[in-house]
């Protein structure tokens, strides 16, 4: 997109390819890659993180594959971790939110 030891960062910032990049829209991204199309996580993920989008992908249009992985092959074990039965607690039995977390009955 350009250098500031080069370029003016006023002419920077008002480049074409800076203002597309920073006013795309994850409903664009969502428009140009398939894999988001079709995802059921498509509201929780929202493509990912644009960084490591453009570093595996090549572009900010492309979507990122680590959350990918998370929500297709972890986010079901991590949630279950803190169902219901799982309680934040004091010393004393107390719900506190700086508590010991601890499976009840344990």
Request: net charge negative; proline share 5%.
């Amino acid at each position: 997109m350009g250098n500031v030891h080069e370029t003016p960062l006023r002419e920077l910032l008002s480049d074409s390819a800076y203002l597309e990049a920073v006013c795309y829209t994850v409903g664009e991204l969502q428009k140009e890659n398939p894999k988001c199309q079709a995802c059921p996580h498509w509201e929780l993920c929202v493509g990912g993180c644009r960084a490591l989008g453009w570093v595996t992908g090549g572009s900010y249009t492309s979507y990122d594959p680590l959350k990918c992985i998370y929500f297709d092959q972890y986010m079901d074990r991590f949630t279950a971790l803190f169902d219901e039965s799982w309680r934040c607690v004091d010393e004393i039995g107390d719900k506190h939110p700086r508590g010991v977390c601890h499976k009840e009955g344990e």
